[in-house]
């Protein structure tokens, strides 16, 4: 059963701090990850996909991928009251169908 | 870009009611489109894949008969929740993915359609 596991939270930071959003996934092939953001009551919106094993940047947000380690983590500086949401990590399995495997989600609270 | 239109937002009905869902696609084509139900403070729940020109691919103790899947189009798949009973009620959310892009391209999500069967 190919697992992908999240702190479910709530995780609570003040304004302007950085929040640090953690997951880990059970399959080894997995080969692309994905972090969404889900408003109370909407859809998912994508955030940021990574694909290599290193630190993605785009604007305040950093996705940091480690295969070996099969740990993935989203990082969010300056964090603002706005990105009070669930934070979903996804996860796609080599030879999947396109088919995605989301963690339970990890409630952030920013803090004016 | 990659735009995906789900209809209704929101449906009301009794109890016995079959309610159809729509996904669509506004600026690319998606061969492969995906319905996933969600329960309050529960994550996304994949139901089925659909595939357009095909049959559904139905995950484990999803009923296929009850959730009708048709994908007839490059831009638009429908669920039809049939018989609709107060445990149906939940979030659901359909995505698609542009069949241009790469196998790790993202899906995109739809709006959402809360249902509540009374």
């Known amino acids: 059963q190919k697992e992908v596991e999240q702190n479910s939270g709530p995780l609570s930071v003040p304004e302007g701090a950085i929040a640090s959003l953690n997951c880990t996934y059970s399959?080894?092939?997995?080969?692309?990850f994905f972090w969404y953001r889900q408003y109370s009551g909407k859809s998912p919106e994508l955030i940021m996909s990574?694909?290599?094993?290193g630190d993605k940047e785009d604007g305040r947000f950093t996705a940091q991928l480690n295969k070996a380690s099969q740990y993935v983590s989203l990082l969010i500086r300056d964090s603002q009251p706005s990105d009070s949401a669930t934070y979903l990590c996804?996860?796609?399995?080599?030879?999947?169908?396109?088919?995605?495997?989301f963690g339970k989600g990890t409630l952030l609270t920013v803090n004016p | 870009g990659a735009v995906v239109s789900q209809h209704p937002s929101r449906v009301i009905c009794k109890s016995g009611t079959s309610v159809k869902i729509e996904c669509r696609s506004l600026?690319?084509?998606?061969?492969?489109m995906f319905w996933y139900r969600q329960f309050p403070k529960q994550s996304l729940m994949l139901m089925a894949t659909?595939?357009?020109?095909?049959?559904?691919?139905?995950e484990q103790g999803v009923e296929k008969d009850k959730f009708l899947i048709n994908h007839a189009s490059l831009t638009l798949s429908t669920l039809t929740v049939t018989s609709a009973h107060p445990e149906d009620s939940s979030f659901y959310i359909c995505?698609?993915?542009?069949?241009?892009?790469?196998?790790?391209?993202?899906?995109?999500f739809g709006d959402g359609t809360r249902l509540s069967i009374l």
């Open positions: 600026d690319f084509q998606a061969t492969t």
């Open positions: 995505s698609a993915r542009d069949r241009t892009g790469l196998s790790n391209q993202p899906q995109h």
């Open positions: 659909s595939n357009e020109g095909s049959k559904a691919t139905y």
């Open positions: 996804a996860v796609k399995a080599r030879g999947s169908n396109y088919k995605l495997t």
């Open positions: 399959d080894r092939g997995s080969q692309s």
């Open positions: 990574i694909y290599s094993n």
